[in-house]
């Protein structure tokens, strides 16, 4: 763990700020409570987030989420509690650092979006390869992209960490009590 997350404890409330590859700021979220941190990954909730996008353009999340950032792998993966049954929106990202009270990670582009049913999809195909030639990953990035990005299909394939609904009930068990 580096510095600031040593300060890092359950129920503090944190910022989440999004970047892309060229170092600009992509969206903020102004909420994120603590609800584990260990030397693997950062668990967090929100309700009804304020998102701010780079534009300015600012909107509420319609849903509670429980967010799952990792320090060793190049995703992050969001559980939507919505009325209709339980999402997830996967970013491929950098591991996560803490800055002060702030999660910051870098996105690339492709997301992983997980229905109730189990079904899968892999979106913004054209954003990453549009991105990728503008901002110019370099190989290795690319690389480590398309590699888990396979991770985190077998993850879901095999309904692990996050992708059971128990481990979300579990954290939204939690948040709840913080919150009250």
Same mark, same amino acid.
């Given at each position: 763990?580096?510095?600031?997350?040593?300060?890092?404890? /359950?129920?503090?409330? *944190?910022?989440?700020?999004?970047?892309?590859?060229?170092?600009?700021?992509?969206?903020?979220?102004?909420?994120?409570? /603590? *609800?584990?941190?260990?030397?693997?990954?950062?668990?967090?909730?929100?309700?009804?987030?304020? *998102?701010?996008?780079?534009?300015?353009?600012?909107?509420?999340?319609?849903?509670?989420?429980?967010?799952?950032?990792?320090?060793?792998?190049?995703?992050? #993966?969001?559980?939507?509690?919505?009325?209709? &049954?339980?999402?997830?929106?996967?970013?491929?990202?950098?591991?996560?650092?803490?800055?002060?009270?702030?999660?910051?990670?870098?996105?690339?582009? *492709?997301?992983?979006?997980?229905?109730?049913?189990? &079904?899968?999809?892999?979106?913004?195909?054209?954003?990453?390869?549009?991105?990728?030639?503008?901002?110019?990953?370099?190989?290795?990035? =690319?690389? #480590?992209?398309?590699?888990?990005?396979?991770?985190?299909?077998?993850?879901?394939?095999?309904?692990?960490?996050?992708?059971?609904?128990?481990?979300?009930?579990?954290?939204? =068990?939690?948040?709840?009590?913080?919150?009250?």
């Amino acid at each position: 763990m580096n510095e600031n997350e040593n300060n890092i404890k /359950v129920g503090d409330k *944190l910022e989440i700020h999004c970047y892309k590859h060229n170092g600009k700021l992509h969206q903020l979220c102004d909420e994120a409570i /603590v *609800l584990d941190v260990d030397h693997e990954k950062i668990v967090v909730a929100n309700n009804k987030a304020k *998102l701010t996008e780079a534009d300015g353009r600012s909107y509420h999340a319609k849903e509670p989420a429980i967010l799952f950032f990792y320090k060793k792998h190049w995703f992050n #993966i969001i559980g939507q509690l919505k009325r209709f &049954g339980l999402f997830y929106y996967c970013n491929i990202a950098t591991p996560y650092i803490i800055d002060g009270k702030i999660i910051k990670y870098i996105d690339y582009d *492709l997301d992983l979006r997980v229905f109730p049913d189990g &079904g899968f999809k892999i979106l913004d195909y054209n954003e990453y390869n549009y991105h990728k030639k503008l901002m110019r990953y370099p190989r290795e990035i =690319q690389m #480590i992209i398309k590699s888990e990005l396979s991770t985190l299909i077998e993850m879901k394939k095999k309904e692990e960490g996050p992708f059971t609904k128990k481990e979300i009930e579990k954290y939204y =068990q939690i948040y709840k009590k913080i919150i009250k």
